[in-house]
């Protein structure tokens, strides 16, 4: 076996016969190789996409999997992320605030900021800005994600809860994990469905092939709820409501994508930003203009206060982006 250092944050490895030989998977091989991370650890890394055959790999058609080791040849590389910081900086980050008590904060999250620091993205995230607005709020959950129940993908736009203190903290992740809430969001989308309201179920996993993406393309998974109504239909798109009675990662990218057969609008990694453009043409181009995120918006977030017992319910607008383009199709239909 041959090795050559990338510094502390990539590791390449050449798979031998006697690597073959001597381990049956390639999270054990790696786990061997790499002593001072755990199995889980290289697990998360498979997980985020940053293990993966190398270029210059004999056979750009292999299939990379933990739980099997790869032909004589294979060149596998380990990308190590930097570790996170062992607590989140506040940063004086403008936030759009909805409501906020002395237990939670409601904001209005952009498109484009992250929820919590993750490898790539340890400044400027919602705890950042959360941070900084409340100045006693570490300590509450989880260090790294002090505060937060809940997330929105960097893309999507729109309501969100974040706890001030630890009870108020324990008692909104019961809510969540139950459903115990109402969430709805709006989305812009490719093609017309066939209904105009209903109800989608599927099994949700990551996606065998793409790391990053997630898929209902599997037997086994976790199981995922979407209902979905139509609120107005152009000439080939339209702007669907859905309520979700669970909160899988992706849920509503890939239940829109796979089984209704309506991609959002602009979503880079469900969809083809390019062949949207072409498809609803050149006004509707001019309107998406150089913005890369999805147009997902979670308009509606609702529940029972869990200190208070006083029902909360917030709406947040639609933002400029999403509603320039959705006035441009109903110019257009």
Same mark, same amino acid.
């Given at each position: 076996?041959?090795?050559? !250092?990338?510094?502390? @944050?990539?590791?390449?490895?050449?798979? +031998?016969?006697?690597?073959?030989? $001597?381990?049956?998977?390639?999270? *054990?091989?790696?786990?061997?190789?790499?002593?001072?991370?755990?199995?889980?650890?290289? /697990?998360?890394?498979?997980?985020? #996409?940053?293990?993966?055959?190398?270029?210059?790999?004999?056979?750009?058609?292999?299939?990379?999997?933990?739980?099997?080791?790869?032909?004589?040849?294979?060149?596998?590389?380990?990308?190590?992320?930097?570790?996170?910081?062992?607590?989140?900086? =506040?940063?004086?980050?403008?936030?759009?605030?909805?409501? @906020?008590?002395?237990?939670?904060?409601?904001?209005? %999250?952009?498109?484009?900021?992250?929820?919590?620091?993750?490898?790539?993205?340890?400044?400027? +995230?919602?705890?950042?800005?959360?941070?900084?607005?409340?100045?006693?709020? /570490?300590?509450?959950? #989880?260090?790294?994600?002090?505060?937060? &129940?809940?997330?929105?993908?960097?893309?999507?736009?729109?309501?969100?809860?974040?706890?001030?203190?630890? %009870?108020?903290?324990?008692?909104? &992740?019961?809510?969540?994990?139950?459903?115990?809430?109402?969430?709805?969001?709006?989305?812009?989308?490719?093609?017309?469905?066939?209904?105009?309201?209903?109800?989608? @179920? !599927?099994?949700?996993?990551?996606?065998?092939?793409?790391?990053?993406?997630?898929?209902?393309?599997?037997?086994?998974?976790?199981?995922?709820?979407?209902?979905?109504?139509?609120?107005?239909?152009?000439? %080939?798109?339209?702007?669907?409501?859905? %309520?979700?009675?669970?909160?899988?990662?992706?849920?509503?990218? &890939?239940?829109?994508?796979?089984?209704?057969?309506?991609?959002?609008?602009? $979503?880079?990694?469900?969809?083809?930003?390019?062949?949207?453009?072409?498809?609803?043409?050149?006004? =509707?181009?001019?309107?998406?203009?150089?913005?890369?995120?999805?147009?997902?918006? =979670? /308009?509606?977030?609702?529940?029972?206060?869990?200190?208070? *017992?006083?029902?909360?319910?917030?709406?947040?607008?639609?933002?400029?982006?999403? *509603?320039?383009?959705? $006035?441009?199709?109903?110019?257009?239909?």
């Amino acid at each position: 076996m041959s090795e050559e !250092s990338l510094g502390e @944050e990539s590791r390449i490895f050449t798979i +031998t016969q006697k690597d073959r030989d $001597d381990f049956k998977r390639l999270d *054990q091989y790696l786990n061997h190789k790499i002593e001072e991370y755990s199995r889980n650890f290289l /697990k998360n890394l498979f997980d985020n #996409d940053l293990i993966e055959l190398n270029s210059d790999s004999p056979n750009p058609h292999i299939k990379l999997e933990l739980k099997k080791m790869p032909p004589e040849g294979t060149i596998v590389q380990v990308n190590i992320p930097p570790p996170l910081p062992a607590e989140a900086e =506040a940063e004086n980050i403008p936030l759009e605030i909805l409501y @906020e008590d002395e237990h939670l904060v409601f904001v209005n %999250k952009p498109a484009g900021m992250v929820t919590h620091p993750a490898p790539g993205n340890y400044r400027g +995230t919602l705890v950042n800005a959360i941070l900084y607005h409340c100045k006693d709020l /570490k300590g509450v959950g #989880d260090q790294k994600r002090p505060g937060i &129940v809940h997330r929105l993908d960097k893309g999507t736009s729109g309501v969100m809860v974040v706890a001030k203190n630890q %009870k108020c903290h324990e008692l909104l &992740v019961g809510l969540f994990s139950k459903h115990d809430l109402e969430r709805r969001y709006q989305a812009l989308a490719i093609n017309r469905p066939q209904a105009t309201a209903g109800h989608l @179920e !599927s099994m949700i996993g990551r996606h065998p092939q793409n790391r990053l993406k997630m898929t209902t393309q599997l037997t086994r998974g976790k199981q995922a709820i979407t209902d979905y109504k139509v609120l107005e239909l152009f000439h %080939k798109a339209c702007l669907l409501e859905m %309520k979700l009675e669970t909160g899988r990662t992706h849920q509503i990218r &890939v239940h829109l994508k796979e089984l209704l057969k309506t991609p959002i609008i602009n $979503d880079p990694l469900y969809g083809h930003p390019n062949d949207d453009k072409r498809i609803l043409g050149a006004a =509707a181009t001019v309107a998406i203009g150089n913005y890369e995120h999805p147009y997902l918006h =979670a /308009k509606v977030l609702g529940f029972i206060h869990p200190m208070t *017992q006083q029902p909360m319910h917030f709406e947040s607008p639609l933002p400029p982006e999403f *509603q320039q383009l959705l $006035d441009v199709l109903r110019g257009e239909s």
